[in-house]
């Protein structure tokens, strides 16, 4: 299970001369823990329509894949690679490179689902695949990934390689028909193979950051990441403007992700501007910021309790420096006597998040793609069989469970 901790504190708060003395309960927040050495799990598809990957010598990237991850995944902690069809095996040693030659391709089903049925969440898992499905039933497939990663607030992403092929692919179309491919070398030919990566979101991200940063040959190569988190900004990164009838305040010692602040008056209008600088990580899908929507909850303190406000009048608003479109604004407001529990601690915590359609598939999903429904007509080698379909299906799942944030704001307001 994914390591979780809560920020937990209990602190004693003094109003005005003393009298007054509240203890605060630990927030209702979760933040991941981040483990400096974690185990990956690695797991190559070994069916037939694998084999064709491993045949020319020219545009070759995969060959050389099983040492790449060993490699870079080596790093962080134990490496265990596994094959798959069917059934999924373990391997021994470094028996993983025999990969690279195509006899070990026998297998004749292909279950990415039992692999995701496999696969331990504490851990980084690797599935190198064409993205192939006995039975085409990739509809069950998303369905676990759903249920085992997005619902845990997990990391999935997808990393596409056109790489040089010469074999067979199988069951394209209704008909599942075969044919027989040839990439030679010619680049524009080249079949996509894919790694799907799923796990804790920084370990998921930290991956494809090295593994761009190890690609040495210039075959076409895409990433789309799919994460709940589409920014890590926060107030250890903010910088704070603009503040009415908000103080800062540091009486509970809090984490630097979250902001303290006292009131100078109750009754009156607050509000603040945060600003930061944004940078897409690197697969993030592109955003349509004009479609946005605010979510603002609030806890009062009672006890050892957060109790849930039924009603407040926050507002967030996303604003965009025109002269440098890397600096992101939001102004947040609020009427404390309209949202607030006079006399307690309060908890705010507001989310920004693109509504589905502002977030928009990576155009190298589309152009990969071929989209068939019936028969295998106009079939291309060089393309994934309804690899939009699929991966849009991934992202309906994403927001299904837990919609991605722009940004989060979390702050405290002490009495």
Sequence with gaps: MRKIFLIIFTAILICGCGQKIQTVPPLPVMIPTSPESFDTDVYFDAT????????????????????????????????????????????????????????????????????????????????????????????????????????????????GIRNSFAGEIFDVGLSAAKFNYNSFDDPNRYRPFYLLVLGRDDAVKNFLRKFNERQTLPNDTGYLLLSENLSDADFSTFELSEVENFYSDDTLGLDGRIKEFGLD?????????????????????????????????????????????????????????????????????????????????????????????????????????????????NFDGSKTVNLSRLLGSLKSSLFETSPPAFLKINFVVTP
């Design 48 to 159: 037939v329509s694998m084999r064709g990957f491993t045949t020319n010598a020219a545009g070759n990237v995969y060959i050389t894949l099983p040492d790449l991850l060993g490699d870079l995944c080596g790093t962080t902690g134990t490496v265990n690679f596994f094959a798959f069809g069917e059934q999924i095996f373990q391997l021994d040693g470094r028996s993983y490179r025999q990969f690279t030659t195509p006899e070990v391709y026998v297998e004749a089903i292909t279950s990415v689902a039992n692999v995701v049925d496999r696969a331990d969440t504490s851990h980084l898992s690797i599935i190198v695949t064409d993205l192939f499905e006995s039975d085409a039933d990739w509809s069950f497939v998303t369905q676990k990934i759903r249920e085992k990663f997005f619902a845990a607030h997990l990391t999935v992403a997808v990393i």
């Design 265 to 377: 008056n109750f009754a009156d209008a607050a509000s603040f501007m945060v600003n930061w600088t944004y940078q897409p990580t690197l697969g993030e899908c592109p955003l349509d910021l004009s479609q946005v929507e605010t979510f603002a909850e609030i806890f009062s303190a009672d006890g050892e309790n957060w109790l849930p406000r039924e009603q407040n009048d926050v507002r967030a608003t996303l604003l965009r420096d025109d002269r440098q479109l890397d600096l992101f604004l939001a102004k947040v407001s609020l009427t404390p006597e309209k949202s607030l529990s006079e006399g307690k601690a309060n908890f705010v915590r507001i989310k920004i998040s693109p509504t589905e359609n502002a977030l928009r598939l990576p155009s190298w999903v589309e152009a990969w793609s071929m989209n068939v429904d019936g028969a295998a007509r």
